[in-house]
């Protein structure tokens, strides 16, 4: 008997709704992440690292990457706060031959232990020895948590982090074995484990910075790693560029345009929408040589030294072709999102392909060529305007830089690659000692800046509004008001630390504060 | 099969619980049709009520197999498309338009455009994966559906699909799980779709020789949508697989008072004719015959019928050949292969017939009777290691099954020694 196959096409409407939500930021773009919190990538950032007495010219040793996932934590919101998820393989790639596909790869992957079971917060603790049960000598409330053994530190995570070189010139699918040439499991050097640094609660259950500076592992080949639930480092007034663009009135007068004396403050102008927010952070320092594909450190002139990185985050797939003795359902993972660039996703990706864009490989993004060469954003922003902003017409080929190996950041002579959103990082240009450093980046003259990487102070909200909807890139569309495009958030709520993981201590869950419009600090409410 | 077991009881439990009360309240197609055309009075110059309008009536096609309301969805897309030419949610609706008339390749090519157009609804996957199972294109479809799944996981139409390529692959507690995990997503109002999904378990659970928990399942169909002529149907399979043939006889009666088709013509034919309703069962043979002869060219036809008739009771099976081969032109679904390749051995064409057969069970699929048929093709090929594992295939997948003697007759003559030995116990 033949089925009724061709009566499917009615659960088409009854059984599923799909309703495509609001883009935000990094944060929740794309509806399949916004219904997956866990797997959400808000940032990834790449730059040379960097001390604080960074001297001028300092011949580049090691590469910082960092993957943000898990957006806008608010760090009072127990009882379990916001493990990473064991079910995710959260990965960091490496191209290093220009083909847009992976050539190492960081694969990070989580376990969960509870300490104390029955007890009903993942975190506790109180003083030096904790608090007993009145008249008795019956711990009940553990000591406050100063490191990762202390059982207050009830919910523990621990986590690995496998480097795997894949096969020149095969796929990179994830998890696929058959595409791995070498695989290390990075660890300490007695064999402890890495601990995530958990959700900052308070001052009287936990040590937070105690618990974040035993959280950067430092390995003998290198390597530091870190991993937990920090300061968010993305900065933005979110609310006034998804309201439609509808930026504050600041002293140019002109909403979403800077004065020069706002572009050249080192102070907010309007409120940061992520201030306050805590966020999960994966943090690797690796040697660069470990990522050159000459295994070398490369002067910035080389064509070898431009490398591009992506993040990924993954969850087993559902398989529709079961694996026999004994069946299971489970088979490879699937990619659930990724990033490159900034904003990509957000600001570039139309909305129908968004899901596609996010699960789907860099090397097959000439798909999205369309998208990246004429994003509609600058088209929006300039009829909002009125008029009063020209944008270069499409194609945007003054945008090939961000979606292709090409100057002003890779050498000359780099092979360009395939059009792929990767973010693109010459290896070989020395940090910008921080006095120097500008949150402008290339645009500001600041050669170690985004696009060239992403480092956590580069305002990549004003470069993009500037480069992608301004077209600042071609030197005729380098004027007011196209430069001094910007929301007004120029720097965190709180400072980075200068040395790696360089990310911002979580907020204090207690006493955390949002920075609203209208407060101080915040900006006009207009 | 312990997992299969389990899915069948929380189905069977959940129906019981959220079994129908009312009498005869408006089915949920006639609802959407309702709410629709009140959409359309109040804003008649929006394309979106005649979309919805569309789908309803495809959904009442579904609901009644009443394939004029297809007419009228088409009709509602006409005015859709004067107010925006080519919308998507339009050409979404006249895709199904399609499926429902079987015009597979002209869905195939809708849906895909569709596809390209907003790569990321799942939808549109659903209906490229529903005409590429139909055409037989299965390697195109399981990615298809395998992308739904990853996209949303757990989705109800990506599990259906799942559920329906799993079982062409051989996997039929892999498809009763996804079956089962569609069905209870599916919401309680939506009765239709619940009794749909249960008939589908129905009819996997009686193709594996299940025919009492497939009993069960289309019971707990009919009550959620009481004379649903897809369950009726079913159940009247059930009722022969256990020789209740009058039974049967009075099921399709049933069925076929609101609204018959050929097929449905030629299922009562069969079931009068086993119930020994001689006279009748030969006028409904040659109704059947001439509404169906009518279509063999058309789409929307009863040639699988038609072909099977000619095997059988037509006496013609050069004519079985002739329509198998139009039918075999038109799609390469694994059905209308073994329809094509038994159309083959009845004309003795045996190497042709094998060549057939052995491409349809390339797919994975296991059924009771395409293996008979395999086995009696390799049989006359001279295969005989190959004819004796397809025909024990056949038994042990569905040993209780109407064609199980003929399977038994045929092995008997491979393996004297065999039926010797069954015989004797």
């Given amino acids: ?526 | 099969m312990k997992s299969l077991a389990s899915a069948l009881l929380v189905v069977l439990l959940a129906s019981v619980v959220s079994a129908q009360v009312s009498l005869n309240p408006p089915t949920p197609a006639q609802q959407k049709i309702t709410w629709a055309q009140a959409a359309i009075a109040a804003h008649p110059d929006h394309s979106q009520p005649y979309n919805d309008l569309a789908v309803a009536y495809v959904h009442r096609a579904r609901e009644t197999a009443d394939t004029s309301y297809y007419g009228q969805a088409e009709a509602e897309l006409q005015k859709s498309f004067q107010i925006a030419p080519n919308n998507v949610e339009g050409q979404r609706a006249r895709t199904m338009i399609l499926l429902g008339r079987k015009d597979f390749s002209g869905a195939l090519d809708l849906a895909k455009s569709l596809n390209k157009r907003t790569p990321d609804d799942v939808l549109s996957y659903g209906l490229v994966a529903d005409a590429d199972m139909e055409l037989g294109n299965y390697k195109d479809a399981e990615l298809e559906a395998q992308w739904m799944l990853d996209i949303r996981p757990g989705n109800v139409p990506g599990l259906l699909r799942g559920a329906h390529l799993r079982r062409l692959f051989g996997d039929a507690e892999g498809s009763m799980d996804f079956f089962s995990q569609a069905y209870q997503q599916t919401p309680p109002t939506q009765v239709e779709d619940q009794a749909w999904i249960l008939t589908e378990m129905a009819d996997l659970q009686l193709s594996i020789g299940n025919t009492d928990g497939a009993e069960e399942l289309l019971h707990s169909a009919l009550e959620k949508f009481p004379g649903y002529f897809l369950s009726l149907e079913t159940l009247a399979r059930a009722q022969t697989a256990k020789q209740q043939d009058l039974e049967a006889v009075e099921l399709l009666r049933w069925r076929n008072k609101a609204f018959s088709t050929s097929a449905s013509r030629y299922a009562l034919a069969e079931a009068l004719e086993r119930a020994g309703l001689k006279v009748e069962a030969d006028a409904t043979f040659a109704e059947f015959e001439q509404d169906a002869r009518r279509v063999i060219h058309a789409d929307d036809n009863a040639n699988a019928e038609l072909i099977r008739y000619y095997l059988g009771r037509g006496h013609n099976s050069k004519e079985a050949l002739r329509i198998a081969a139009i039918e075999r032109e038109r799609q390469h679904d694994v059905y209308t292969q073994d329809a094509y390749a038994w159309a083959l051995y009845a004309n003795g064409q045996f190497p042709q017939a094998q060549k057939e057969m052995e491409e349809a069970l390339g797919v994975g699929i296991r059924e009771a009777a395409i293996f008979y048929h395999a086995g009696a093709i390799a049989e006359r090929s001279h295969d005989r290691a190959a004819a004796t594992r397809y025909l024990k295939e056949s038994l042990a997948l569905n040993p209780s099954a109407e064609l199980a003697g003929a399977v038994r007759e045929v092995l008997d003559r491979l393996t004297p020694a065999s039926a010797t030995s069954r015989h004797s116990h």
């Fill in chain 1, 1 to 526: 008997m033949k089925p009724f196959r061709s009566c499917l096409a009615l659960f088409l409407i009854a059984g599923i709704a799909v309703q495509p939500s609001l883009i935000a930021s990094n944060h929740r773009e794309a509806p399949i992440t916004a219904l997956d919190h866990k797997a959400d990538i808000t940032d990834l950032y790449a730059f040379v690292s960097y001390s604080a007495d960074q001297a001028a010219n300092t011949r580049p040793s090691k590469v910082t990457l960092i993957l943000c996932v898990d957006p806008f934590l608010e760090p009072g919101n127990g009882p379990t706060w916001f493990p990473f998820d064991p079910d995710v393989l959260y990965q960091i790639h490496v191209d290093n031959d220009h083909d847009a596909r992976a050539d190492v790869s960081f694969q990070i992957r989580f376990q969960t232990q509870y300490q104390l079971p029955n007890v009903y917060s993942a975190l506790a603790g109180i003083g030096d020895n904790g608090a007993n049960a009145p008249g008795t000598s019956n711990l009940v409330v553990p000591p406050q948590i100063r490191d990762f053994n202390n059982p207050g530190l009830n919910l523990r995570q621990t986590y690995t982090v496998t480097m795997v070189r894949n096969r020149e010139g095969f796929d990179d699918r994830d998890d696929d074995r058959d595409d791995v040439a070498e695989a290390t499991q990075l660890t300490n050097s007695d064999g402890s484990p890495f601990f995530a640094v958990p959700a900052n609660n308070g001052p009287r259950t936990m040590d937070y910075d105690a618990l974040y500076n035993a959280g950067v592992h430092h390995l003998e080949n290198g390597i530091s790693v870190f991993a937990g639930t920090v300061d968010d480092p993305f900065w933005i007034d979110l609310g006034a560029a998804f309201d439609t663009a509808n930026f504050r009135h600041l002293g140019s007068g002109i909403p979403g345009v800077l004065t020069a004396a706002e572009d050249a403050a080192n102070q907010n102008f309007a409120s940061d929408t992520v201030s306050g927010y805590a966020v999960n952070a994966i943090a690797l320092e690796v040697p660069i040589q470990m990522l050159t594909r000459t295994s070398e450190i490369e002067p910035p002139t080389s064509p070898d030294a431009t490398i591009g990185v992506w993040g990924t985050t993954s969850r087993p797939r559902v398989m529709i072709r079961r694996s026999p003795n004994p069946a299971q359902n489970f088979g490879p993972y699937r990619q659930v999102q990724r990033i490159g660039n900034p904003l990509i996703n957000e600001l570039v990706v139309g909305i129908g392909s968004k899901d596609r864009f996010s699960m789907d490989k860099p090397k097959n993004d000439s798909q999205f060529a369309n998208f990246f060469l004429d994003p509609p954003i600058a088209r929006i922003v300039e009829a909002l305007y009125g008029g009063a902003l020209k944008v270069p017409a499409a194609p945007r080929t003054d945008l090939l830089p961000l979606v292709t190996y090409a100057a002003p950041i890779a050498a000359a002579g780099t092979p360009t690659g395939p059009v792929a959103d990767l973010l693109r990082l010459n290896t070989g240009v020395p940090a910008t000692p921080l006095p120097n450093a500008t949150r402008l980046g290339l645009i500001g003259g600041d050669p170690a800046g985004f696009p060239n990487g992403r480092r956590l102070y580069d305002d990549v909200v004003d470069i993009t509004l500037r480069v992608a909807v301004g077209g600042v890139l071609i030197p005729t569309f380098n004027h007011f008001p196209n430069n001094r495009l910007g929301d007004g958030v120029n720097l965190n709520d709180v400072p980075y630390r200068t040395q790696f993981p360089y990310l911002a201590d979580c907020p204090s869950g207690r006493d955390r504060r949002h920075i609203d419009p209208g407060e101080a600090g915040g900006g006009p409410v207009n």
